[in-house]
C-alpha cells in the first residue's frame, strides 16, 4: 500500500518520484504483514515510547 505522505521527487532528476510504501495482506481482518519493514519500524516505536527509550538514526556513509 503506498503510503502517499513520502512522495519526493528526485533531486538530480526532478522528472522522476519515489514513493514508500506498507506490505499489506489483501484479505482478512489484519492488514499488517509482520516482516513488512516499516511494519517492524512502527512496531518498535509504537512498544518504545511508553518506556521512555529513544532511537538514534543514524545517515548511512554511503548516502544510500
Known sequence: MPDLKSLRTFTLEPRYAYVMGN???KE??????????RTILQR???YA???ELSLNVKKSERGT
Open 44 to 46: 518498535i516505536v509504537r
Open 23 to 25: 506490505f499489506e495482506e
Open 28 to 37: 482478512g481482518p489484519v492488514k499488517e504483514v509482520a516482516f513488512c519493514p
Open 49 to 51: 515510547s511508553p518506556l
